[in-house]
Every structure is written in C-alpha cells, then in structure tokens.
C-alpha cells in the first residue's frame, strides 16, 4: 500500500477513533475472540483472492467494516465458512491453510456471491475511502474518521425499528431488511455480512446527497428528530448533527394524572330527577350532607 495516504501501520491505525469501553474500534470488524474461542464473525475473506493467492493471506482492508465485497472479483466478502458457517479461523488449523475451513475442512472459495453494478460502486467508494483517507458528503470532502462515525449513527437507524416503511425505496434501497439477516447485533462492527451489505448502500446513498434528499426524504414520511437521534451514540461530526438539528423536534407527549373530581351537591341534585329517592340512595354508601335521610 505504497501509494495508500497512510504508509505505515502507526498511521493506519491512528486514523480510526479510539476504542470504546467494550474494546470496539469504530470502522474496524469485532473479533470477539476470548482465549482460543471465537466470539463474533469478525475476520472477512474474499474466495477468489484466497484461491487465486500461491500463499493465501489475509488482507488489512478485510477488517474494514465498511467493505462489504471485493471490487477486484465482484464478488460478496464472507465472514464464515459456506458450509457449516463457522467463522474465519486459520490458526485453529495444523497446517495454517487459510483457504479451508478450520471445522469441516471443507474449501471456502466454494459458491461465490456476485455483486450488482450498485453494490460494487460502493465497494469502490469504501476502498477508495480506505485508501485516500476522505470521501465526499454532498458538496463538502470528509475525512476518514468523520465519514465512519457519520456512517456508523446512520447504520444504526436504518437497521433499527425506528426506520419508517418504504423509507428506503426512495434511494432504491429494498425494503425492509430482509428477515433472514436479523441476528443480534448492536453496532456497525458487530454486524453479519448480510446485515452490512444491505445497510451500507443505504448510508452511503443517504451521505451522497446530504443534506438535501435525506431532510426532503424526512419531511416526507415525518420524521422527527429523536426518531433519527440515538443518544447511545456518540462522536458524531458537527455536520451530521447540524443536518439532524434541522429535523423538527417533536417531544412525546406527557399523559397528565388528574385528581378524581369528588361529587358536589349539584351531581346529587341532577341525579333526583333521574331515580326516585330510595333508588338513589339504595346505590351510596353514605348520606351527602344536606340531603336528610
């Protein structure tokens, strides 16, 4: 990666916002691993590259969470094995052969996914972000960690139930995610294959026109500004949160507990002229005062 706008590892990594408590380093895929078991799919693979490979290895640029295929083969990454969809795990081999599942032993560059023309426009947008360090939003350039943080408070709106219906047909995104890929997961970096593949797209149309379409978009289908705020997430670059600012404020509104209205002498008196007075008094527990007995 000599011609990468970072030359060395230090700055490749300095680029990406610092860890969370959890260890999570936004843009970077979780690994999950504790001791000598794999938590999370968290290592991606392209099954061409590692077929074609004389002495197959793992690329940097796989752990990017926002590359979801290969721009070289136009076909889907993968994050586990096709066959028993265990996760990536070469060193649990004796051989070390990354190009075989380390539980079944059987060939991962088997049934490759080939990508649509759109997909792979956003493929090269992700590289060309992983390798340039900034991409365009709109009309402006951001650089590599707001364009990841900005994709990340999206990602985590588009794939939550606060998406309005048919939102995202209106950036030919299909609608809704589909039910297969719903599998626990609570950011960008802890997400599927499937899950990303389906988001990414969508976020990256909605930055390729931001502000503009994504306000219009949201003024259509009334979308208030905490329908689209998470306040779990933090960190976001001043023109995302100016562009949500926009958005009209619609606070919920507070149910109001009102005192039970006690009866007066004129609720007695109106229901005289309704039941006779045995009636009446047959049905309360006591005499209101001033009534007699």
Known sequence: MSNSWWSTSRERWSAFAPSDSRGITPGLLAHGVYHRTRKSHGMQYCPKCLEDDEDPYL???????????????????????????APLMPHRRPDGDARKCSECWKNLSALPDPLTEPEREVCRAASALYRDGSMHVGSERATFRDAILAVRRLFSWVTSARLPEGFANEFDIPSPMPSTEREPFDTLETARIGVRRWAIPFCFALLRTWPDDFLKACDEFGVSRTRVMDLRRTGAPSWFDSA???????PRARRTRHPPRRPTLETYKSAFERVSFEDYFSTLRHVPPGCGE
């Open 59 to 85: 690329r940097a640029q796989w752990r990017f969470a926002l590359q979801f295929g290969c721009a070289r083969h136009g076909i889907a990454l993968r994050d586990a094995c096709p066959h028993c969809d």
């Open 244 to 250: 949500i600012a926009r958005l009209p404020h619609f």
